[in-house]
């Protein structure tokens, strides 16, 4: 009897940390201080924001979040999207602390980290993340 009692709570825990993390993915929120130069990155900033996509080769999912970081830049006056090889940079992987990739940074056009998020985030998330940096206004948020 005992034993079924910690499988039903070790099965409840695995799940309740499955939801959140699932809810939590992509999703951008607030990061602590710190600015990244475009001589930091090898690349120039954008001059409104830039998206900063950690990644390694073998990362599946940083394939989807290159193509939606990719399409919002290229959507979006002054944005623009910069893949970091998390291995090959280990310097700034370290500094920002990714611990697992896809990891997205977004910079504002000074190069202070304003948003910071993992996983693939959607368009509209890394919309709303770049509203963060006022390079774009979500739609139906007008001043």
């Given amino acids: 009897m005992d034993r079924i009692a910690v499988l039903a709570v070790l099965l409840a825990l695995g799940v309740t940390v ?16 710190d600015r990244l130069a475009a001589a ?17 080769p073998v990362c599946a999912p940083c394939r ?29 992987t370290r500094r920002f602390g990714v611990l697992r990739t896809p990891t997205v940074l977004v910079l504002d056009a000074d190069g202070q980290v304003v948003r910071r ?5 959607s368009p509209e998330q890394v919309r709303q993340a770049l509203s963060a940096t006022r390079a ?3 739609e139906g948020h007008h001043d």
């Fill in 18 to 33: 499955g939801v959140w993390r699932l809810r939590m993915d992509g999703r951008p929120r607030p990061s602590r201080p």
């Fill in 40 to 56: 930091d990155l090898g690349a120039e900033l954008g001059s409104a924001a830039t998206l900063v996509q950690f990644s390694t």
């Fill in 64 to 92: 989807s979040a290159h193509r939606v970081l990719s399409a919002v830049a290229a959507d979006t006056p002054g944005v623009r999207h910069v893949e970091v090889d998390a291995e090959q940079r280990l310097d700034l």
């Fill in 117 to 121: 998020s993992s996983g693939v985030p």
């Fill in 136 to 138: 774009i206004v979500p």
